[in-house]
């Protein structure tokens, strides 16, 4: 038998090598018209940023040395120029101008996709480039060796595109993102891909959403992007990332029947319309697994597992069933890790399937062990029998064991009572006891059950709340922090005493943080009568990212030529000034902060990187006491990146709310009873007077403010001696006098009953009521081993700077 694949990239080499698994008798021809086979085409974007150093890494096999290994006649720069089904053979063109035929008993097509590329005005301008295969990659990273690049534009915001936005910036560009639609990444949902545009614009990448390209003029040594809406944009250089089409021409010529989708029609068996053809990768459409319906997918995972079943079936005879693919991808976006499975709400929506959804916002591994991050997921699913439809991850890590996790259930006809039943390895630094795909189970669980009627985004953004309750069930200090416009504040464990402040005659929407507290707000309310009570999916977390909208980029400053030494000059004095403060604790960061901007210009821009967790609050309330202007934090593997901007006048307060306002703090230095007790007085004191109160916990202050059923939390010698030496709660702290073992505390409180006098943890709890705001100094933590988890709920974490911040919108400063 004689076995002749065209194309070799994922899908023919892969079957080539398969078939010649299967036997050792057959003659396999494998033609491709390019100089290289079986590469990583994924890994092209990494080799242009330069994350990849060696381009041979990008190859899998050579076609000399896959050639030898598996006895294939491999022939690159050959080109498939036409097929004859019924004379079985086909016609080539080699590089070198030469033509023949060669013969076949099995074809197989493996032509791929092609990117797209309109035929606008100036589309082959110099500096305009398509990224699909080496050659491509070879050809700009020439043209960067060749040509500075200092400002890229991507045209398109897909895979690709994110990935070239995120190299060009590793390489020093600066990037811009034309988008015609308005989000980023297409296969997932615009909820999701709103968190995704807030860690671009993070990153510096400017997005312009919503923007057709009209237009490319050569400018110079770049190009001119010009847009529909008029924006012109100049760039050193543009990639194209629009999208790809299935390459079927050979198909077409050949008489091959073609899909609905413009795919080569294949059957289960993933056989053309000629018994002697099979086609596998992306020029084929396939009936998607959930829908029916024909569809194209471009990616290389099912590419592969086509071509080891066609292998068998061009061998064995058709055996092997496809069950076609559910689009699982997955992408590196900066710091992020974007992926998604199945159906999104949107595709649902378009093809009139009835669905539901429910977003969760979960951390990757146990909070109380070190760099956690925040994963956000949504998934879709039947409201009639819980089928699941698709799901969408957005995180840090982690995100690729979630998603295989979701992708095996849906490819299994499962539902998400079989995410329920997932069993999961764990342990704190892998995971939590309920991992995040079990939580997203529950909670769609009990929206099937009717425990939780969902409110959506859109639903409450397009809501009149005239006719309805708007309850925030944050914390009051959240509440202050920002909330939704409309919506009354009753914190979650106030919510019982005064459930009368709710109407029960027209709907109660809830929000919380991410969801949880609206949910189990929404059972006490259920359970006390109210009819119509409905949760905000995902919290004011999804909400907000999904209502922000992302405004169009201020102009491009004047791009600096290599014969414009004045232009660099100011482009090189104004860079941002870096400083590592990594491993130094709290004051130490803000110190050299201070330091650092004092010999700064007014414009001038300092980046600061600390491991110090209360760093960036302590900087932000440093600016807002000296006028300079905080733009930014981020933080990443466990480092804290904040970045500010130097003002030209200083001490001057951004808002009336900065000063003037006579507070009143409190440094909270010592852990015995009476002194404790005496703060916690003054503390309600002043706070019944309207009056903005912090009190400050340092040192021995802390144990007043640790919970008594505390989680375990892993420490080291000295830790676990300060553990054993000091209070563990604030009920065995001790008199300052008088305390006689003991007995002296003991009598304190005893006294304070009979006499109607509140305990100090009552008093605790009525500042927190009041509205006092706790901080615990990070330095004294880190020095006597405290961690974040030991101390209540409500307390924050800061520094020297956070308290002087306080310290100087005070009248009264008192330390005990």
């Not at 916690?680 to 916990?697: D, Q, R, S, Y």
């Amino acid at each position: 038998m004689k076995y002749v694949i065209i194309g070799g990239v994922a899908g023919g080499a892969t079957a080539a090598a398969r078939i010649r698994r299967n036997t050792e008798k057959a003659e396999i021809v494998l033609f491709e018209r390019g100089d290289y086979i079986s590469y990583a085409n994924c890994g092209l974007p990494y080799y242009i940023g330069g994350v990849i150093k060696e381009r041979d890494r990008l190859f899998v096999q050579t076609p000399e040395a896959f050639g030898l290994r598996f006895n294939i006649d491999v022939r690159v720069r050959s080109e498939v120029t036409a097929i004859d089904t019924k004379k079985k053979q086909v016609a080539v063109r080699t590089s070198d101008g030469k033509v023949y035929t060669e013969t076949y008993d099995k074809l197989l097509l493996s032509p791929g996709a092609s990117p797209v590329r309109p035929p606008l005005p100036g589309i082959d301008s110099k500096g305009i480039f398509t990224l699909r295969n080496v050659g491509d990659t070879d050809k700009i990273k020439q043209y960067m060796q060749q040509h500075p690049v200092k400002r890229a534009i991507i045209v398109g915001g897909g895979f690709i595109g994110l990935e070239m936005a995120e190299n060009l910036h590793h390489a020093g560009a600066e990037v811009a993102i034309v988008e015609m639609a308005n989000q980023v990444m297409g296969p997932i949902d615009y909820s999701m891909a709103s968190l995704v545009h807030g860690h671009l614009l993070q990153k510096g990448v400017r997005l312009y959403l919503g923007q057709a390209v009209e237009r490319f003029d050569e400018n110079g040594q770049g190009v001119r992007v010009g847009l529909k809406s008029g924006i012109r944009l100049d760039a050193d250089l543009v990639i194209l990332s629009i999208g790809v089409r299935a390459e079927t021409r050979l198909a077409v010529e050949a008489g091959l029947k073609i899909g609905d989708m413009k795919g080569i029609w294949v059957n289960e068996f993933l056989q053309t319309s000629d018994e002697s053809v099979y086609a596998v990768g992306d020029a084929i459409e396939f009936p998607h697994p959930i829908t029916g319906k024909p569809w194209l997918n471009f990616l290389a995972g099912p590419a592969n597992r086509q071509a080891r079943i066609v292998a068998d079936n061009i061998v064995f005879g058709n055996r092997v069933k496809y069950e076609g693919a559910i689009g699982t991808s997955i992408a590196k976006v900066f710091d992020m890790t974007v992926a998604a499975t199945g159906l999104p709400a949107k595709r649902l929506k378009q093809m009139d399937i009835p669905y539901l959804s429910a977003t969760i916002h979960s951390g990757s591994h146990a909070g109380y062990y070190p760099a956690s991050s925040q994963m956000d997921i949504k998934i879709t699913f039947s409201p009639t029998d819980g089928k699941l439809y698709g799901a969408q991850i957005v995180g840090y890590d982690g995100v690729d064991k979630r998603i295989d996790e979701y992708a095996l259930t849906i490819k299994q006809k499962g539902t998400v009572y079989d995410l329920m039943a997932l069993e999961h390895a764990y342990a704190p630094p892998f995971s939590s006891a309920k991992d995040p795909v079990a939580v997203s189970g529950y909670v769609a669980g009990n929206i099937l059950s009717g425990k939780m009627t969902p409110l959506y985004w859109r639903e409450l953004a397009e809501a009149d709340l005239t006719k309805a309750t708007l309850v925030d069930v944050r914390t009051a200090d959240e509440y202050e922090l920002g909330s939704i416009p409309g919506s009354v504040n009753i914190p979650l464990d106030e919510l019982r005493p005064r459930m009368n402040e709710i109407p029960a005659d027209k709907p109660v929407f809830l929000y919380c943080g991410v969801g949880l507290r609206g949910y189990l707000a929404s059972n006490i309310l259920k359970e006390n009568g109210y009819k119509d009570v409905r949760n905000l999916i995902g919290g004011i977390k999804t909400y907000q990212a999904a209502v922000t909208p992302v405004p169009l980029p201020d102009a491009w400053d004047e791009p600096c030529r290599s014969d414009e030494s004045a232009c660099r000059k100011e482009h090189d004095a104004a860079k941002v000034v870096r400083v590592d403060a990594c491993g130094i604790q709290c004051p130490g960061p803000i110190m050299k902060l201070k330091k650092e901007m004092e010999a700064l210009q007014p414009g001038e821009r300092l980046e600061v990187l600390a491991t110090d967790a209360g760093f960036p609050r302590d900087a932000e309330a440093w600016c807002k006491s000296t006028g300079n202007r905080f733009l930014a934090s981020d933080s990443s593997d466990g480092a804290f990146r904040v970045t500010i901007e130097k003002s030209p006048l200083r001490c001057t307060p951004p808002s009336s709310s900065s000063c003037g306002e006579e507070g009143k703090t409190f440094i909270l230095f010592s852990d015995d009873l009476d002194k404790t007790l005496a703060t916690f007085v003054l503390a309600n004191g002043a706070a019944a007077t309207g009056k903005k109160v912090t009190i400050f916990f340092t040192f021995w202050g802390l144990n007043a403010i640790k919970k008594a059923v505390k989680p375990q939390v892993k420490k080291d010698l000295f830790g676990k001696m300060f553990g054993w030496m000091l209070p563990s709660d604030s009920r065995k702290l001790k008199l300052s006098k008088m305390n006689m073992g003991g007995i002296g505390a003991r009598m304190m409180r005893y006294v304070m009953q009979q006499k109607g006098i509140d305990s100090l943890e009552s008093l605790r709890s009525q500042a927190i009521e009041n509205g006092v705001e706790f901080i615990a100094c990070q330095m004294s933590m880190d020095v006597m081993g405290i961690d974040k988890s030991e101390l209540l709920d409500n307390v924050t974490i800061g520094g020297v700077a956070t308290y002087m911040e306080r310290a100087e919108q005070s009248k009264v400063n008192l330390f005990i």
